[in-house]
């Protein structure tokens, strides 16, 4: 429930119909902000709050709040407007699906973050989530080795409650998840994770993480070796809702 923007409307003299037709969407779109608490797409976001007479930042705080590191910000804005991603991870799940309990393990257990600092990072964690509850959210392709399934992260209750949470945001017809099982020998993933967005503009761009800071990769040559890995990566990971099954099936085990 989006009771800020429930506010500015009434304040406003504003209706969802009249807010619709201001923004150019389906009143059952406006409906879904306020009541569901779905995040517009940048554009919609900013005509809906000039239309109140209000900052965004007002009515969406969680979009503009700075919690992430400044090296972080450029791949945060890029993901923010993707059309779509495709995400390869080998040792975690992909930050945007991960739940809040796996969330801090993973954090609590990076070396290089203070101890003081995890909360904040798992609050910009989980802040960009918002994304996959746009009106309009990009579809997301994940690729994760089996072994990210099987690696007690936070405990048996924190696996178990992740898993079976990943199972079901794979039921949203823009998420997709694949895995890479234990059968597959040495492959391209071998070789580190990597995020690919594509823009607006249909531009991709390219994320490279590691153990200080990530990376993000716009040169033509670099994209092309990012996407001939994904292709190999892809290549080897069971269709989507065999991987659904394996990751039902190895929640089970986390009882």
């Known amino acids: 429930m989006n009771d800020a923007l429930r506010a500015a409307l009434r304040q406003a003299g504003q209706t969802v119909e009249s807010l619709a037709s201001q923004v150019g969407v389906d009143p059952k779109t406006v409906g879904r902000w306020l009541t569901e608490d779905r995040i ?3 554009a919609h976001r900013a005509t809906a709050a000039d239309a109140l007479g209000r900052a965004v930042s007002d009515i969406w705080p969680d979009t503009s709040r700075r919690r992430e590191p400044a090296w972080f910000r450029p791949w945060q804005e890029i993901e923010r407007e ?7 991870e080998s040792l ?3 930050g ?3 739940t809040e309990a796996y969330a801090r393990a993973v954090l609590d257990g990076a070396s ?3 101890r003081a600092d995890v909360e904040r990072h798992l609050a910009a964690r989980l802040a960009r989530q918002s994304v996959l509850r746009r009106d309009d959210p990009p579809l997301l392709t994940a690729v994760v080795d089996e072994a990210v399934l099987r690696r007690p992260v936070g405990g048996r209750a924190t696996m178990r409650e992740q898993l079976l949470a990943l199972a079901e945001a794979c ?3 823009h998420i997709r998840v694949h895995v890479v099982p234990s059968s597959v020998g040495a492959y391209a993933g071998l070789n580190g994770p990597f995020v690919l967005a594509t823009c607006p503009d249909h531009r991709i761009a ?3 993480d590691n153990q200080l800071q990530g990376q993000v990769v716009s040169a033509p040559d670099e994209v092309a070796a990012i996407l001939a890995a994904w292709e190999a990566v892809r290549g080897e990971a069971l269709s989507h809702w065999q991987s659904v099954d394996l990751i039902t099936e190895v929640a089970e085990t986390w009882t």
């Open 206 to 208: 390219g994320y490279l």
């Open 82 to 88: 993707a059309q779509s991603l495709r995400w390869y």
């Open 40 to 42: 517009p797409h940048p």
């Open 112 to 114: 290089l973050i203070p």
């Open 171 to 173: 039921a949203e017809p």
């Open 92 to 94: 975690v799940l992909p």
């Open 96 to 98: 945007l699906l991960q």
